[in-house]
Every structure is written in C-alpha cells, then in structure tokens.
C-alpha cells in the first residue's frame, strides 16, 4: 500500500480563484488509470468518475475553483414531499452563480 510518505507521491491542490487558498487537495496515490484526470484538472472526467459532490468547489459556469470561505453556503433544503428528508444544499459562488454543492 502506499503512504503519503513513499517517493513520488505528491498532493494535487486546486487553488481558490478568488483567494488563493487551498479550495481543494486530493492526495493521490499511484493508479494504473484515473490519475491524470486529476492532474490535468479534466473537470468532465473527473464529474463523470467520481460523481458532482466530489468537486462542489468548482463553479460550472466561472469554470473555477472556490474555497469553501469565498462560496456562501446555503442552509440544507429538506424534500417537501418527505419532512426531514434532506435533499441538497446550494452555494453562490463570488460571482453569484447558484449551484448544489451538496447532493
């Protein structure tokens, strides 16, 4: 098993857009496929693989990356339908584009 430690392994940070702080750091180990879609930041990818709640940091239509202190999180909605069903929690990017950031 690799550690953080072995040789080789090094951390992928994606910087706040806004304020350059860490918005995101993944530590990675060594794969035969799916590393590179990390590293080259293939959103799409990465969206597809891992699913939308693993990269709620990113702003689809800035198409940037913002720490969680720039985003204005807001409170968790619950379903309707289902009373204390929780359904999703939106946030506004600096640029005030609505989007779930939790899902």
Request: aromatic share 14%; charged share 20%; glycine share 8%.
């Amino acid at each position: 098993m690799s550690s953080p430690t072995e040789p080789g392994f090094q951390p992928v940070v994606f910087p706040c857009a806004r304020c350059g702080h860490p918005a995101a750091i993944f530590s990675l180990f060594p794969a035969e496929s799916g590393e590179g879609m990390w590293r080259e930041r293939d959103y799409q990818a990465i969206r597809s693989a891992a699913g939308p709640d693993l990269i709620a940091f990113h702003c689809w239509e800035c198409d940037a990356d913002y720490c969680e202190a720039c985003w204005r999180i807001g409170p968790p909605e619950f379903d309707e339908d289902f009373p204390g069903f929780y359904d999703c929690t939106e946030g506004i990017c600096p640029a005030g584009h609505i989007q779930v950031v939790d899902d």
